[in-house]
C-alpha cells in the first residue's frame, strides 16, 4: 500500500500537488487582475484590435519588439490569462488524480469551464466592442479569483485539520453577508470604472461592506478559540484600511479638485492598486465565511478513502 506521502493528496490529509498549483494559480491570478487593472486605467483595452490573434499573429509568436505602449499591457494580459488558464489545468488535473471528494472534483472541472469562459469574455469584448462585456468580464475575473482560494483552502492540510465548531451561527451568517456585499461592491466599482456611472451605488456598499467586515474581524477575534481564523481575520482588517486608503486616493484623484496634483501615472498606479486589494478583500473574507460555515451551513463531508499513487485505492 502507498504512503500518504507518496500518493500525492490523499483527500483525508490535504497539502500536496493540488494545494501547490492552487496556490500559484492564485498568485498569478492576482498578478492578471492587477494586469487587467492597468488595461482598463490606461484606456488598452482595445489596443490589439483582433482576437484570438494579435495582429495576424499567432498569440504566443507575436513579436517581442513589437509589444510597446497600450500593445505590451494588453498583450501581456492575454499571455497571463493562458498562463492561469494552464496553471488552473494542472490544478484540476491533479485534484482528479489524488482527491476522491466527488465536489472537490467537480470544483476543479467548474474551475476550468470558468477560465475558458473568462477568456472568451475578453475575446469578445475586443470582438464585438462592447463596453458591459467588458464589466462582465472584470466580474467573473472576481469569480474566478474566488474560487481558486478556495480550492486553495479546500486542498491544504489547514482545512482538514479545522473542525468548523465556532459555536455561533450568527457569526457564520455574518461571514456569508459580508462576501455578498463586497461582491455587489465589486460589481458596481467595475460599472464605475468601465462608464464612470454609479458612483453612489459604489460608496454605499463601500460604507455597508466597511461594517461588516470590521463587525466580522472584531467578532471572530473575539471567538474563545479562533485558531487560523485568527490570523486571517487580522489580515482582513489591515486589507480594509488599505482598500479605504486607496478608494479614498481614486477618489480624490479623479473627482475632488485637489486631483489636479495627481500625475496620470500616480492616478493609475492608484485605481490599479484599489482593484488589486480589493480582490484581496473578496477573496478573505469568503475563506473566513467558508472556515465559519464548515459545520453548519457549509458542511462538507468527505467519508471517502484517499487515492493511492497512480490513482487506485489504498
Not at 519588439?65 to 493562458?82: N, P, Q, T
Not at 476543479?108 to 472568451?120: C, D, E, P
Not at 482588517?237 to 488599505?242: A, E, G, R, T, Y
Not at 486607496?246 to 496634483?261: H, I, N, P, R, T
Request: glycine share 10%; hydrophobic share 55%.
Amino acid at each position: 500500500m502507498a504512503s500518504d506521502r507518496h500518493a500525492g493528496l490523499p483527500a483525508e490529509n490535504g497539502g500536496g500537488w493540488p494545494h501547490r498549483f492552487a496556490l500559484l494559480t492564485c498568485v498569478f491570478t492576482v498578478v492578471l487582475i492587477l494586469a487587467g487593472g492597468l488595461v482598463t486605467s490606461t484606456g488598452s483595452g482595445l489596443a490589439v484590435p483582433d482576437w484570438p490573434n494579435t495582429f495576424g499573429y499567432n498569440m504566443f509568436l507575436f513579436p517581442w519588439s513589437k509589444m510597446v505602449g497600450g500593445v505590451f499591457i494588453e498583450h501581456s494580459h492575454r499571455l497571463l490569462g493562458s498562463l492561469v488558464g494552464f496553471l488552473t489545468i494542472l490544478t484540476a488535473a491533479a485534484i482528479w488524480k489524488t482527491d476522491e471528494r466527488k465536489w472537490m472534483r467537480r470544483l476543479g472541472a467548474f474551475a476550468v469551464g470558468l477560465v475558458i469562459l473568462q477568456g472568451v469574455l475578453g475575446g469578445m469584448r475586443v470582438v464585438l466592442i462592447k463596453l458591459n462585456l467588458a464589466i462582465v468580464h472584470a466580474c467573473v475575473a472576481q469569480v474566478f479569483f474566488a474560487l481558486m482560494v478556495s480550492l486553495a483552502l479546500f486542498t491544504s492540510r489547514g482545512w482538514r485539520e479545522d473542525t468548523g465548531e465556532t459555536g455561533d451561527k450568527g457569526l457564520a451568517r455574518l461571514g456569508l453577508i459580508t462576501v455578498s456585499l463586497l461582491y455587489v461592491q465589486i460589481i458596481f466599482g467595475a460599472v464605475l470604472r468601465h462608464t464612470g456611472n454609479r458612483l453612489d451605488a459604489h460608496l454605499l456598499f463601500a460604507v455597508l461592506s466597511t461594517i461588516h467586515v470590521i463587525l466580522l474581524s472584531y467578532k471572530t477575534l473575539k471567538l474563545p478559540n479562533p485558531g487560523a481564523l485568527a490570523k486571517e481575520a487580522n489580515f482582513l482588517w489591515v486589507l480594509l484600511i488599505v482598500q479605504l486608503a486607496l478608494g479614498g486616493a481614486s477618489w480624490v484623484g479623479k473627482y475632488a479638485a485637489m486631483g489636479e496634483a495627481f500625475t496620470p501615472v500616480l492616478i493609475i498606479s492608484i485605481t490599479s492598486a484599489h482593484v488589486v486589494v480589493g480582490a484581496m478583500l473578496f477573496a478573505t473574507s469568503l475563506v473566513v465565511a467558508l472556515r465559519l460555515n464548515k459545520s453548519g451551513l457549509f458542511a462538507l463531508k468527505d467519508t471517502e478513502a484517499p487515492v493511492a499513487a497512480g490513482g487506485a485505492r489504498a
